[in-house]
Nanobody
Framework: QVQLVESGGGLVQPGGSLRISCAASGSIFSINAMGWYRQAPGKERELVAA???????NYADSVKGRFTISRDNAKNTVYLQMNNLKPEDTAVYYC?????????????????WGQGTQVTVSS
C-alpha cells in the first residue's frame, strides 16, 4: 500500500557532493519516520541517517558533519544531502519508511523499503 522510489544516485569523485531523494506514495495517513540505509558489497546493511515525524534526526558516526537528512512533508519526500564524499561511502542506498497506512476503515503501522540507488565514489 506504500511505495518508495529513490532517485539521484550516481558516480561522483571523492570530495564531491550528491543528493538522493525518496518519494513515498500510496495509502499514507501519516509518516512515523523515514531514513536511509546503505549496503556495500560484502557488508551488512547499516543505518546512515533517519528523521522522525518531528524534527529529530540521527546519523551514523561515519557520516556526521558530512550528510544531512531532511524531509518535505507536503511531498512525502525525504532527502539525503551528501557532501565531502569518500570512497568508503560507495554502496547501494536504500530508503526506509514507517507509516500509518489507512485503507478504507482499516489502519495499521507498516514499514517499507525502496528498491535502492547506487552511489559510487571514485576518481
Amino acid at each position: 500500500q506504500v511505495q518508495l522510489v529513490e532517485s539521484g544516485g550516481g558516480l561522483v569523485q571523492p570530495g564531491g557532493s550528491l543528493r538522493i531523494s525518496c518519494a513515498a506514495s500510496g495509502s499514507i495517513f501519516s509518516i512515523n519516520a523515514m531514513g536511509w540505509y546503505r549496503q556495500a558489497p560484502g557488508k551488512e546493511r547499516e543505518l546512515v541517517a533517519a528523521i522522525t515525524s518531528g524534527v529529530g534526526t540521527n546519523y551514523a558516526d561515519s557520516v556526521k558533519g558530512r550528510f544531512t537528512i531532511s524531509r518535505d512533508n507536503a511531498k512525502n519526500t525525504v532527502y539525503l544531502q551528501m557532501n565531502n564524499l569518500k570512497p568508503e561511502d560507495t554502496a547501494v542506498y536504500y530508503c526506509n519508511g514507517g507509516f500509518l497506512v489507512k485503507v478504507g476503515s482499516t489502519s495499521y503501522n507498516g514499514n517499507y523499503w525502496g528498491q535502492g540507488t547506487q552511489v559510487t565514489v571514485s576518481s
